[in-house]
C-alpha cells in the first residue's frame, strides 16, 4: 500500500514527465518516426490537457504566429466546402497540415514548462548521434545493411531502399537528414560561441562538412550556406579575418580529395537536369520540380482568389499532365505533395491562403524582437517551404514547429 510521500512522489513525476516528451521528441527526429509521432502526441494531449485546466484562453493567441496558423488550418478545414480532390487525398492533407494547429499548444506547452533548454539539448545529442553514423556509414566503417537487416527481421523497423542505398542517409532520407543537420551546424555554432566549446565548434563543423560534401540535398545545400551567411554577418569581424580564411582554405582543399567528389557530381547533375528540360525531357530532379511548380502557377492563374480546396493538388496535376501532354512517367510526379509549401497553399487557398502563410513566415521574422537564433529559424522555415512541401511532410513538419517554438528564446538564456 502506497503511503503518503510515495503518493507524493508519484503525483510530483506525473506531474513532471511531460516536460521531457518535447525534448525526447527532438532526440528522436532523425532516429525513429513512430517513437517521435507518439512523443509529439503525448505532448499535444499534455498541453491540452493544462490549457483546459487553466483556462489560459489570452495566453494561447497572443502571438501573430500563432493566429496566423490558426487561419490558415481552419481556410483548409472550410476549403472541404468548395474541394475538387477527392475524400482519400482531403482527409490525407487535414491530418498532415494539422501541424498548423499544433503550434500555439506547443507555444503553450513551453511556456508551461520553460524547457527550451532541455529541447535544444536533446535535439543537439540525437542529431550528433545520427552525425557520427552518416560518417561511419561513409566510410564503410560500420556494416549498416547487417543492422538494417537484423531491424527487419527482429521486426523493429523495414527502413526504405532509398535509404539503404543512401551513402550517408540513417534512418531518414537525405533531404530531412540534410535540413536538420544544417540547423545543427547552426545551433552549435552559435552555442559554442557562447559558452567558448571546442566540442560544439566540432558538432557545427563536421555537421557542415557532411552536408556540402557528402549529403546529396541541394535544398540542404542552400540552407546551410544561408545560415553560414547569417553567421558571418554577426560575428565574423575584422581581427577575425584570418580565422575565416583558414577556415575556407581547409574546405578548399577538401574539394580536391575524394569527399570533395560528391559536390562536383551534385554540380554537374543540375546541369545536366537543366539540359534535360530545355528537351522537354523532365524525368530527372529538377524536371519534376518545374512540373510541380509550373502546374501551381497555372492553378492560381485558373482559381486565384481561394484556390481549389484542400487536398487538391493531386487531382490538378493530372490534368495538367493530360492537357499539356508531358514526357514524364505519371507515377514519378502525380502526388498531393508539389514539393514546396508555397505551391502546395496557393493551389489548395489560392492567394488568399499565400498571403496568410507568407504573413505566418513575416511574422515568424519580426515578432523575434531581433533575436539572433530566430533569424536561423525563419531561414530554416522558409527555405524548407520554398524547396519542399515542409509542412505536409511527417518528420520535417515536427522539426518545424519544433525550432518555431524556440523562437523566442534569447541567446543569452541559452544553456547546454
Known sequence: MLNYDNTKYISELFLKTPKYFLPLAAFFLLISTAITNILLIF?????????FKKRDYRISLKSKIIRYSLLIYISLILSFLYTTGNEHEIIDSLK????????????YYTSIYKNENLIISYFIKGSFLILCLSYLKYFSILDFEAIYDFLEYANIATIKSKIVLDVTGIFQNYLIQGIIFSFLSFICFILAKRNNSFFLYMISA??????VFLNNSRTAYILVFSLLAIILFKYIK??????????ACILLILTYTNIGNNFFERVERINTDIELISNDNFNSSVGKRFIWTKTGIDNIKNR????????????????????????IDASLIV????????????TQLGLFGLALFIMFLISLYKEADSNFLAYGIFST????????????????GIFIIIIISLSYIKIEKIKI
Open 43 to 51: 505532448t499535444i494531449i499534455s498541453a491540452i490537457v493544462i490549457f
Open 96 to 107: 498532415k497540415y494539422i501541424k498548423f494547429l499544433y503550434i500555439p499548444l506547443i507555444f
Open 206 to 211: 563536421l555537421s557542415f562538412i557532411n552536408i
Open 238 to 247: 575584422i581581427n577575425k579575418l584570418i580565422t575565416f580564411v583558414g577556415a
Open 304 to 327: 486565384p482568389i481561394f484556390g481549389y480546396g484542400v487536398g487538391s493538388y493531386k487531382a490538378k496535376i493530372e490534368d495538367y499532365i493530360l492537357i499539356n501532354s508531358i514526357n
Open 335 to 346: 502526388t498531393n505533395n508539389p514539393h514546396s509549401e508555397f505551391v502546395s497553399i496557393s
Open 381 to 396: 522555415v522558409a527555405i524548407s517551404s520554398l524547396f519542399n512541401s515542409a509542412f505536409y511532410d511527417n518528420i520535417l
